[in-house]
């Protein structure tokens, strides 16, 4: 019969929308887990970044300390 018929489409066109709307939210999820996903790789490589540049610091630093020359200009220059 046709309101069978119009039931079923209507229950079709329901089915495809709701179907459409968990694909869209997938794919915003997905998207959102991507973007967490880079921008915690990009700060573990910042932090990487600034724990080398710290060693270098802290190496030439050490190396300062240990230079009696370097220890002779600080006596000088106090």
Do not use: C, W
């Not at 080398?52 to 000088?76: C, H, T, V, W």
Request: zero cysteines; glycine letters at 2%.
């Amino acid at each position: 019969s046709i309101d069978q018929r119009n039931a079923n489409k209507a229950l079709d066109d329901l089915t495809a929308q709701s179907s459409k709307v968990r694909t869209d939210e997938f794919d915003k999820l997905e998207e959102a887990r991507i973007t967490a996903a880079q921008q915690f790789l990009a700060m573990q490589a910042s932090l990487d970044s600034i724990s080398r540049e710290q060693k270098n610091y802290l190496n030439a630093f050490s190396g300062f300390l240990r230079d009696p020359f370097s220890q002779a200009m600080l006596d000088i220059n106090a």
